[in-house]
């Protein structure tokens, strides 16, 4: 099944480090969602966002929506131990069925102290 | 706790025997949907219900599966005949269906192993 382009794969960050991650797809999203999934367990919802352009901040997390629809970015403010795990980002499409989320390929953070 | 729960949360079962998971959404949600995540990778769709009708499924979802919402509020996946290939995570969401996003939110999922 189609998945979204997230990057990158993997990261390696000091604790108190910022950082960005970002998904882009071929295709128009209607909605853009980032999940953070910790091993074992299911994704849970970090932030949602449902205009292009449209910014949208969580704690030190922040979000945006791409203008062109086709792209999303993530940004992690002074990061720690705690934000390790794995960060899907997810959508929802244009055309078929608008309930259907299409995930990326996710990110993988590990924070070292 | 009223977010979705699922159960079970592991299940490992031999080649060829029938398995059934069952998933309770938020309270109220209308709308519930199983995604299949393998190891690696993003969960990835399989179906939605909306109440009671299942509204769409995916490729993914083989004749060996079927799942179920008969009084709109709890779910069942049931894999008939299970397979290596069935390995893998299973999570239910569940969102409601009026204006604006309809957020999924997701439960804890029930890992499969197939022996």
């Known amino acids: 099944g189609q998945q979204l382009n997230q990057s990158p794969q993997s990261m390696f960050i000091q604790e108190g480090e910022d950082v960005s991650m970002n998904c882009t797809s071929s295709?128009?999203?209607?909605?853009w969602l980032w999940y953070k999934q910790d091993p074992g367990e299911g994704p849970v919802l970090l932030i949602a966002l449902y205009k292009a352009g449209e910014l949208t901040s969580n704690g030190r997390l922040t979000a945006q929506f791409g203008i062109t629809r086709k792209d999303s970015f993530l940004n992690i403010s002074a990061s720690i131990p705690s934000d390790v795990g794995i960060y899907f980002c997810a959508g929802t499409l244009t055309t078929g069925t608008a309930s259907k989320l299409t995930f990326g390929t996710g990110t993988r953070l590990q924070v070292t102290l | 706790d009223t977010g979705v729960s699922q159960d079970p949360r592991h299940k490992i079962t031999k080649r060829g025997q029938n398995v059934t998971f069952r998933c309770d959404p938020i309270?109220?949600?209308?709308?519930l949907y199983w995604y299949r995540q393998t190891l690696g990778q993003g969960p990835e769709f399989l179906t939605y219900f909306q109440n009671e009708a299942q509204l769409e499924k995916s490729r993914l979802l083989s004749d060996r599966f079927s799942a179920e919402r008969p009084k709109g509020s709890f779910s069942t996946l049931e894999i008939q005949r299970t397979e290596q290939g069935d390995s893998a995570m299973y999570l239910c969401a569940s969102s409601s269906s009026g204006q604006g996003l309809k957020t999924q939110y997701f439960g804890p999922g029930t890992r499969l192993l197939v022996l």
């Open positions: 295709s128009i999203f209607n909605t």
């Open positions: 309270s109220e949600h209308n709308r």
